[in-house]
């Protein structure tokens, strides 16, 4: 089964930027349609970005044209680039594999906060 692990959340000012990664292991990722959900404090999680196997992104409106996501295969991430942080983007984030596949699997979350 895979592991999925985020890191590089934290607080950052609005119009601020963070790059966040997920790693897997246990798993090779390349096989595995990508996504990044968040979760704000008391809300409903929340499916931003994916990425297939081959590439192919999309985007949430509320975030499309600031946020990225991304793959390494030769490293067994994902990442996912955030650009013009707002403070309605504050939430935890997390990463998932097998977003077209009956099996998820779903990383611990890591922590963003924008605020001035």
């Known amino acids: 089964q895979a592991r999925l692990v985020e890191s590089g959340g934290g607080l950052v000012q609005p119009g601020g930027s963070l790059t966040l990664s997920c790693a897997a292991s246990g798993a090779t990722l390349s096989e595995y349609d990508m996504a990044w959900y968040r979760q704000p404090l008391g809300s409903k999680r929340e499916l931003l970005a994916a990425i297939n196997v081959v590439g192919n992104t999309n985007y949430a409106d509320s975030v499309k044209g600031r946020f990225a996501i991304s793959r390494d295969n030769a490293k067994n991430t994902v990442y996912l680039q955030m650009n013009q942080l707002k403070p309605e983007d504050t939430a935890t984030y997390f990463c998932?594999?097998?977003?077209?596949?009956?099996?998820?699997?779903w990383g611990e979350g890591t922590q963003v906060t924008v605020s001035s």
């Open positions: 998932m594999g097998g977003l077209n596949s009956p099996f998820k699997y």
